[in-house]
């Protein structure tokens, strides 16, 4: 029986893709859906290529929680994965999948982590800092924001003429490589 794992995202997807494509060929895994936050988002476009349903729900709809767990049940969902998502969970997601939800954070957390710190905002103030070195954080999540207990991290060089955009990348290279396979260890 293959573990069942929703991913949730806000932007473009393409580490939700990357993951789902790195289990293509272990039936272990199965990502029978992607829930957003914003219609718009181009996950969802990843999502059709991939013939994966999406759905997406208001703040609204993340505050009462309900329909959300609605959708999770009908789909027998068994983990979830925010891979770039921008909303905070609801207790009531936390508490229905306890230690079964993780992120991904564009920083070595503690630092730069919090409300208002993801993508861009991140590698901008690793960069305004003169930090020599940047990272990824995998973590659980719990009902603060970038605090659940620290699951993996990587560290990447930040050199002194490093762009924010150039140090985006670094980190990028880091998730597309380790995120699936943190995922596999954690869930096998």
Known sequence: MSLRIALFASGSGSNAENIIRSFLNDSKFEFPLIISNKKDAFVHERARKLDIPSFTFSREDFVK?????DILK????????????LLKV????????????????????????GKGMYGHHV?????ASGDTE??????????????????????????????????????HALEYDYFPKVIKNLWS
Not at 65 to 69: F, G, K, N, Q
Not at 74 to 80: A, G, M, R, V, W
Not at 123 to 127: G, R
Not at 135 to 160: M, W
């Open 65 to 69: 929680a309900e329909p959300i767990l």
């Open 74 to 85: 009908e789909y027998q969902i068994d983990c979830i994965v925010l891979a770039g998502f």
């Open 90 to 113: 609801p207790e009531v997601l936390i508490h229905a999948f306890p230690d079964k939800i993780i992120n991904i954070h564009p920083a070595l957390l503690p630092n730069y982590g």
């Open 123 to 127: 590698h901008e103030a690793v960069k």
């Open 134 to 171: 940047s990272g990824i954080t995998i973590h659980c999540v719990n009902s603060n924001y970038d605090e659940g207990n620290i699951i993996f991290q990587a560290k990447c060089p930040v050199l002194p003429t490093d762009t924010a955009d150039l140090i985006a990348e670094k980190v």
